[in-house]
């Protein structure tokens, strides 16, 4: 088969771990008999210095004419000014928008072999793995109004947390049907007490769980889960949340994987179901980390794990994504680590080096 993949580097570190997974696919696609064809384009802070905006239309139209988008990291210090017209983070919330992205999937995992490179005692991380839901289009990063504004007072800002029953649906369609292929748990994550979004939220939850009578439902405050992921992550399975929560608590959550350069991500435009090839774009959590560039020493595991979560979801390549998945744990068990997950007895490699061996794993 023949698939076109929109490759986005983005700024900072986002085109060290994107070599990395790039050597990967090209590899897998070898071994499978896949043809793939990249495209590439520029987002972010390096698309603002070369075309005065954080994406530009033709970068658009042909990550819309792709298969699936890859991207990098976005982000750099050049445009922190909270007053620029511009923002490279604009660009990433314009590629959402623009292709439909709704549904953001962020697994959180803590291998084994690295229980003990974290901040939490080995007997709370271990064994935890589940994945966050989260609604990705919505809420307070996209409702209007979003301003400032100046009183005889002094200054005002307001942003809205504005949701639909639409996009409150179709997302919570996502973790059930997430949530079939798992444990057949759901824990829809609100804050109904205090917001009348999150009341809609929970009314709706309840309404489309009728239609997935095999699944356990749970409600649970955000603030509590803040706590449970810390507590008790072992008890998660999967969660379903609103654009800000799950920003928030997902890295909150990366801490036990011991670095968010250990976490994939899958923004998807449709609801995953079995045989169904969906349209996505995947990138690491990790932000550009601009003073790492070029020094070899940026995890790529999140990077080449969100791209088997694209041979999974995009391209219908199933076998494919657990092989890498497989090469990664495979490295980690036998020792090796990137800076950012370091551990008494282990060996230390960079970008390139992990690379290398995930891909002699994969061939293996």
């Not at 824990?187 to 699944?215: G, T």
Request: aromatic residues 6%.
């Amino acid at each position: 088969m023949k698939f076109s993949i929109a490759v986005l580097p983005g700024d900072g570190i986002g085109p060290d771990v994107i070599t990395e997974a790039l050597k990967v696919l090209r590899v897998v696609a070898k071994m499978s008999g896949h043809d793939v064809d990249f495209r590439f384009g520029l987002v972010g802070g390096i698309a603002i210095s070369q075309y005065g905006t954080a994406l530009s239309l033709e970068t658009l139209k042909m990550c819309q004419e792709s298969d699936a988008v890859l991207l990098g990291a976005v982000g750099h210090p050049q445009y922190d000014d909270p007053q620029a017209e511009v923002h490279p983070e604009d660009g990433l919330l314009a590629l959402r928008k623009g292709l439909g992205l709704f549904a953001n999937l962020r697994p959180v995992k803590v291998y084994p072999v690295l229980v003990d490179n974290t901040n939490f005692k080995p007997e709370v991380v271990a064994g935890a793995e589940f994945v966050f839901v989260r609604e990705l289009t919505g809420g307070l990063y996209f409702g209007r109004p979003k301003k400032q504004w100046r009183t005889s007072r002094g200054r005002q800002a307001v942003d809205s947390m504005l949701y639909s029953e639409q996009e409150i649906e179709r997302i919570v369609r996502v973790g059930f049907e997430i949530a079939q292929g798992r444990g057949k748990k759901l824990i829809s994550v609100d804050k109904a007490n205090v917001l009348e979004s999150s009341r809609l939220w929970r009314q709706i939850v309840i309404e489309i769980s009728q239609e997935y009578p095999d699944i356990e439902l749970e409600h649970m405050l955000v603030d509590a889960c803040a706590m449970s992921i810390i507590q008790n992550p072992g008890y998660l399975d999967v969660l379903v949340t609103e654009n800000t929560f799950g920003d928030i608590l997902s890295d909150e959550a990366s801490m036990l994987a011991g670095s968010m350069g250990m976490l994939p991500s899958a923004s998807l435009a449709g609801v995953p179901k079995e045989g169904i090839k969906i349209f996505g774009m995947y990138e690491p959590i990790h932000g550009s980390a601009p003073s790492l560039t070029g020094l070899d020493i940026a995890n790529p595991i999140a990077t080449i794990t969100s791209m088997a979560m694209m041979l999974r979801y995009s391209l219908g390549l199933t076998k494919e994504a657990e092989a890498v998945e497989a090469a990664v744990e495979a490295v980690l068990d036998d020792g090796y680590c990137t800076h950012d997950i370091m551990g008494e007895g282990k060996i230390k490699v960079g970008t390139g080096k992990m690379g290398d061996l995930i891909v002699s794993k994969v061939g293996g």
